[in-house]
């Protein structure tokens, strides 16, 4: 039984961190297109003001990708460890459930001395 969860608990955190990098690649897409966008842009037609506030938003999206990485990451090790929390957990419980029918045959051996 504890493989089978285990191996779920695995499963649910692979496939986390394959959504968590189909968002990013998809994220890296839609970036990667509108820099070519811009890049594409007759810079003979737009204003030095507008091309600057293309640099800034680009430089913005590059953060915000950092970020998204990052989060992603620190995402993927928490559910790693979670699934660590879950183990334990679930392992302190089913010896709690051991103790508490060793206590309880004491118990019965006990009242029947009496």
Known sequence: K??????????????????????????????LQARLASETLDKKRISAAEMREVEELQEEIAKLHTEVDLLSREYVEIQAEEVGHRAKSNSLLREQGVSKQLLDKIREEADREH
Request: net charge negative; no cysteine.
């Open 2 to 31: 504890k493989a089978v969860m285990v191996g779920e608990e695995y499963e649910a955190l692979l496939q986390s961190a394959l959504e968590d990098q189909a968002q990013h690649f998809d994220l890296e897409i839609a970036h």
